[in-house]
């Protein structure tokens, strides 16, 4: 055989050689692309289970009944979805607060806390300031009233 024969014959061993690691770290990726969207498929059923408002509630309320429950899953979980679970539950904390804050403000003005009484329906609806403005008329039920100062 010529030298350029063997060369060529030494080139075509080493083509086959070439596709043959291709070949073997195709099916390597492959087989993790296949891994990371079974895990990403599972992480998505996680945060399903966990972060579906009722999961949430469940977590974050005082039932006693739940709390073999909530340890058994909370000890599942990872600490980035703890984190995540965290921040959620925070989150709904602070809407009921500012909700429950919101409900004492004044409904005319929605700045001053509710300090009047409107007599004879009893509603406790409006700040002092407010109360000489809307000229003796419950603004919920549109009655005629009279005011008084509550001391709370």
């Known amino acids: 055989m010529t030298s350029y024969a063997q060369y060529l014959e030494k080139q075509n061993a080493d083509l086959l050689t070439l596709r043959e690691v291709v070949q073997i770290e195709k099916e390597e ?3 993790k692309v296949s891994i990371r969207n079974s895990i990403i498929k599972r992480l998505k059923a996680v945060e ?6 009722k999961a949430i509630q469940s977590l974050t309320s005082d039932d006693p009944q739940q709390e073999d429950w909530k340890k058994r ?5 990872t600490l980035e979805q703890l984190e995540n679970l965290l921040n959620t539950a925070k989150k709904e904390k602070k809407k009921k ?14 700045t001053a806390k509710r300090q009047v009484v409107c ?3 009893y ?8 109360s000489k403005k809307v000229k003796n008329m419950c603004p919920l039920d549109r009655q005629s009233v ?7």
């Open 29 to 31: 990726l492959e087989r």
């Open 48 to 53: 399903k289970k966990f972060f579906s408002p």
């Open 73 to 77: 899953s909370l000890e599942k979980l």
């Open 97 to 110: 607060l500012e909700s429950e804050e919101e409900k004492k403000l004044c409904v005319v003005c929605l």
């Open 119 to 121: 007599i004879p329906c």
């Open 123 to 130: 509603h406790i609806c409006l700040c002092e300031g407010c």
């Open 146 to 152: 009279t005011f008084s100062k509550v001391y709370v």
